[in-house]
T-cell receptor, first 115, second 111 residues
Framework: GAVVSQHPSWVICKSGTSVKIECRSL??????MFWYRQFPKQSLMLMAT?????????EQGVEKDKFLINHASLTLSTLTVTSAHPEDSSFYIC???????????FGSGTQLSVL | GESVGLHLPTLSVQEGDNSIINCAYS??????FIWYKQESGKGPQFIID?????DKRQGQRVTVLLNKTVKHLSLQIAATQPGDSAVYFC??????????FGTGTRLKVLA
């Protein structure tokens, strides 16, 4: 099946710094990718839809200046958590839409801990 | 709006028995449904999907049943194994490429 690579798998940073998370579709082109946030023992919360070559669409309540999304190529989307604070600590997951097969595949997630 | 819920937050099953995980949805226009398995610290893994023009689909040891009349979806795992222990989410199409995830059911397999 299709593979989505997410990097890094975990990151620890100081409060006030920015962190970039990458999401790559390895064997298919993904014009649409999604970013989710997941708190412990909770479901996935969609943060934004990332479209190649255009601006991301953010869900209500998600700060677009806080969570910068760039989808510069058909295989790469990045999420940058700017000026991270402890409340941004969470598990972030990306997914990519495999259009020909009409399936949604997920990355392995990134655990962000802000000290 | 769309809402997706699961009937049981935790399901404990004896190894070798069959497991049934349920999911209810509210949008009758939903046409695509997926079950995912998520192990601790990992991203969701695709298990099986079904479209609204079907009411049953089988995979390896797994079966998904769809009842559009009552807007209910279930995942059946045959001969449950310790490796099946995880959280299972149903996802329902909520718009173009967007999926609404259920709250999740934790499956515990007892030896």
């Amino acid at each position: 099946g299709a593979v989505v690579s997410q990097h890094p798998s975990w990151v620890i940073c100081k409060s006030g710094t920015s962190v970039k998370i990458e999401c790559r579709s390895l064997d298919f082109q993904a014009t649409t990718m999604f970013w989710y946030r997941q708190f412990p023992k909770q479901s996935l919360m969609l943060m934004a839809t990332s479209n190649e070559g255009s601006k991301a669409t953010y869900e209500q309540g998600v700060e677009k200046d806080k969570f910068l999304i760039n989808h510069a190529s058909l295989t790469l989307s990045t999420l940058t958590v700017t000026s991270a604070h402890p409340e941004d600590s969470s598990f972030y997951i990306c997914s990519a839409w495999d259009r020909p097969n009409e399936k949604l595949f997920f990355g392995s997630g990134t655990q962000l801990s802000v000290l | 709006g769309e809402s997706v819920g699961l009937h049981l937050p935790t399901l404990s099953v004896q190894e070798g028995d069959n497991s049934i995980i349920n999911c209810a949805y509210s949008n009758s226009a939903s046409d695509y449904f997926i079950w995912y398995k998520q192990e601790s610290g990992k991203g969701p893994q695709f298990i099986i999907d079904i479209r609204s023009n079907m009411d049953k689909r089988q995979g390896q040891r797994v079966t998904v049943l769809l009842n559009k009349t009552v807007k209910h979806l279930s995942l059946q795992i045959a001969a449950t194994q310790p490796g099946d222990s995880a959280v299972y989410f149903c996802a329902v199409s909520g718009g173009t490429y967007k999926y609404i995830f259920g709250t999740g059911t934790r499956l515990k397999v007892l030896a």
